[in-house]
């Protein structure tokens, strides 16, 4: 059987960018690589026949196939030093805090080798016990172990020597739990061998092991690893020589006492440098690390007492590291082949569609226009953080409430399949990590199986239903992403006179939202044509692009909630959770927000009373009866899955109309989680009235307007019927009217005082 995998090191590209691909590929001698732009998703005989348009490119064409294995799974390394070849003797000391104890064997310090069989480490054997290892090649090895297993997710100082002269190892562990009845007691062992550590000079190691030379793609060092260890580690201290009991608690102190200033060889400390990926050593030697793979920072370390829950107050109290066996932060591939954007290539979404055989794989991108130019007074804002934010959703294939949410059997394609195969492709934040904590992570630099144009209709795939009804109207838009918003802010978006969204815009940054309420203060019009937008808070990599974090705080509808004290974002130490949570509710930017979801069916519109007023006359132009979306793609209807109402108390403007509003809605769809203060079910076995989509309009200052549709099902509705039908006919009334420069006004009694006259954004722009 062929497998065929791929992605590339770009999303977002502009003329004169190179995009490269990386490609992975087994079971076939060679692969196919064709550009094409994406007009429309592939969504069966009810829409737009899926008809890519080829692009010519001198990167098209036949490619030999290599298989590329993926590097999982994270770890410190600290690169091979004198100070640590040197030694004979050693004493080692750490807190540890494991989660899967007793599942394999478990690195956590130390320069071992399994494939060479050298060097020393102190594990977590087989059983979850502390273990010291030592060896000098094949069939020279010593160990022993406490043959006391470790519990899980309880902190322990761990330590272990080993004394050349004597040959004595020893190793040793003490609970440091003090909260509760539970107590355990401190264990500890030792034996005498004639093995000594060899090997020569190597790299240190934290949380896994050396299986030896990389082959093919290594995340750091040119080495492959093994034995890697889920759970925390805390404060790791590396002294040279068997230390006495005495001096191993001194060294296991913060700071390790003058004393010892003589035989410390490495004192490091997770709390500096939380939000880079640099692991710092304040001993003498400065035995700097990198933390691989991503493991999760800002969490509390084994003196955290719950005084502080913001780690940038007292980052002492944060100074351990979570590691898990499958983080994942870059798959590391060589590229295959590459393509460099012409200038005269339009705007849009592209893909590379790859074929081995009867393997298929796309590669999407984005190509935008040079940077603080315009093309088109319009612009299609791809919801690039969402999508990456999604990647590689196991949850849906897991879990055995997905086909209970639809009441229906699951369906998977050949590239679904390839995530339940090829698991080292790496997790969504929609999931757990094997040891069952949230991932807090996720990278696009590595093969996904649910960014294409192809399989389920969600995020992108659904995105592409409104570019599909923007090639209908002639294929006059932009393209720009939510990666460039959160680095560029309003300066992407002011050339535009309409910016609109996908279906389903959920994650947003700080510097996202700012960009967007400054677009709509200069005079911007904003379609939202989804659901749930604007809702959960993330941060980006602030040197990665393309990775993002998510801490899931506070309520919201989500599939695992962050640990006591693990609320602020690592990377930029802002409080994570919803938006409403951080007072900047979505009603506030577009005048709905995230009211329900469901998954069985969906609804319609009702048109309001408020549809007549002639502020929004316009809007219904050749439009008849009160229904609007009785009908789509997407269940049935264009109301539904997930979905989005007004409130006034949450920030809905006061001068907002509700020209159009869902009903009907099955009793699956209930109030989400922050809605809720006290549970208490529905009085209605059928229906619940409060829950419904509100499509909604509202002027904004300097003559701009904002439209939302409040449905992620919306879009599956525009295409019905090739386009002959009322919710396609509405969508292009308010496309028409936002693209017309003559400026909306407020109310009256309702604008600002005085609102200057101005031209609205892209008005130069043809």
């Known amino acids: 059987m062929t497998v065929l995998m791929a992605y590339c090191d770009r999303w977002s590209a502009r003329p004169g960018d190179t995009v490269r691909f990386m490609v992975s590929c087994k079971g076939a001698a060679r692969y196919e690589a064709r550009l094409v732009r994406l007009k429309q998703p592939s969504a069966g005989p009810l829409a737009t026949p899926f008809a890519p348009e080829p692009v010519a490119a001198a990167c098209n064409g036949s490619y030999p196939a290599r298989w590329q294995p993926i590097p999982i799974g994270s770890f410190v390394g600290v ?81 272990a020597s080993f004394d050349p002269t004597t040959g004595r190892l020893a190793v040793g562990q003490e609970p440091l739990e003090t909260k509760g009845f ?36 290594s995340a750091w060092g ?29 060294l296991a102190a913060d ?27 304040r001993g003498p ?76 794989f796309w590669v999407p991108f984005f190509v935008c226009p040079p940077r603080g130019t315009a093309r088109s007074p319009v612009a299609f804002l791809a919801s690039t953080a969402t999508y990456t934010v999604y990647l590689n959703n196991r949850g849906r294939f897991a879990s055995l409430a997905t086909e209970l949410y639809q009441g229906r059997l699951l369906t998977l394609d050949r590239i679904d399949m390839l995530l339940l195969e090829h698991p080292e492709m790496g997790l969504s934040t929609y999931d757990r990590h094997s040891d069952g904590s949230g991932v807090a992570y996720s990278s696009r630099h590595r093969p996904v199986i649910n ?55 959920e994650y947003d940054s700080a510097d996202m939202l700012d960009a967007l309420e400054a677009y709509l203060r200069r005079g911007g019009r904003l379609m939202y044509m989804g659901g749930n937008g604007f809702y959960w808070r993330i941060a980006h990599h602030p040197t990665r692009p393309g990775v993002i974090e998510v801490r899931r705080a506070e309520g919201g509808v989500r599939a695992w909630d962050a640990e006591p004290g693990e609320s602020y974002h690592a990377f930029t130490g802002e409080y994570g959770g919803l938006w409403r949570r951080n007072a900047r509710a979505p009603q506030r930017l577009v005048g709905v927000g995230f009211i329900s979801q469901g998954f069985d069916a969906c609804s319609y519109y009702r048109r309001t009373e408020a549809a007549a007023d002639p502020r929004v006359s316009w809007m219904f132009e050749g439009i008849e009866g009160e229904i609007l979306g009785d009908f789509g793609i997407l269940q049935g209807g264009a109301a539904g899955l997930e979905i989005d ?39 209605d076995a059928t229906i619940n009235r409060d829950i419904h989509a509100d499509i909604t309009f509202f002027e904004t200052p300097g003559g701009g307007a904002v439209w939302s549709t409040g449905s992620i099902a919306y879009a599956g509705s525009l295409s019905w019927n090739r386009f002959d039908n009322d ?28 609102e200057p006259e101005r031209d609205p954004p892209g008005s130069t722009v043809r």
Request: aromatic share 8%.
């Open 285 to 360: 030697h400065r035995l700097h690390g990198t933390a691989v793979n991503l493991p999760t920072r800002a969490v509390p370390g084994h003196d955290w007492d719950g005084s502080v829950v913001d780690w940038t107050r007292d980052p002492s109290q944060y100074g351990a590291i979570h590691f898990h066996d499958d983080d994942l932060v870059d798959a590391c591939w060589e590229p295959d082949f590459s393509f460099t954007v012409p200038a005269d290539l339009r705007s849009g979404v592209y893909a590379a569609h790859l074929v081995a055989g009867e393997a298929e």
């Open 222 to 250: 040119g080495i492959r690893t093994s034995s890697h260890f889920n759970g925390r580690l805390d404060r790791p201290r590396l002294a040279a020589g068997a230390l006495e009991p005495a001096a191993v608690a001194a």
């Open 255 to 281: 700071p390790p006492p003058k004393g010892l200033a003589e035989c410390l060889v490495g004192v490091w400390d997770f709390s500096i440098g939380i939000p880079t990926e640099i692991v710092h050593d």
């Open 727 to 754: 919710i396609a006919r509405l969508t292009t009334n308010v496309l028409r009217r936002f693209a017309d420069p003559k400026p909306f006004r407020f109310p009256p009694g309702r604008g600002p005082a005085s």
């Open 182 to 217: 539970d107590l355990e007691r401190a264990a500890e062992r030792s034996l005498s061998t004639t093995v000594r550590p060899g090997g020569g000079p190597a790299p240190l190691l934290m949380a896994a092991a050396r299986a030896g030379r990389a082959d093919g793609p």
């Open 645 to 683: 109402a007004v409130d006034p108390g949450l920030g809905t403007p006061p001068h907002a109309l509700v020209v159009a509003r869902s009903e009907n809605h099955s009793n699956t769809y209930e109030l989400v989680a922050e809605e809720v203060l006290i549970p208490h079910g529905s009085t």
């Open 79 to 159: 690169p091979a030093h004198p100070a640590i070849a040197r030694l004979e003797g050693f004493t080692v000391s750490v807190r540890v805090w494991p989660t899967t104890p007793g599942r394999g064997r478990q690195a956590l310090f130390g320069t071992w080798c399994e494939e060479a069989s050298t060097g020393w480490a102190l594990m977590l054997d087989e059983s979850g016990a502390p273990a010291l290892r030592i060896g000098a090649g094949p069939g020279k090895v010593a160990e022993v172990a406490t043959g006391v297993p470790l519990r899980a997710r309880r902190w322990y100082h761990v330590r």
């Open 451 to 505: 960014f294409r144009p192809t399989g389920r209709h969600w995020n992108f795939n659904l995105d592409l239903f409104i570019v599909d009804w923007l090639e209908h109207l002639g294929g006059d838009y932009d393209v720009i992403t939510e990666e460039q918003l959160h680095e560029e802010g309003l300066e992407l978006l002011a050339p535009y006179r309409v910016v609109i969204t996908g279906s389903h815009p």
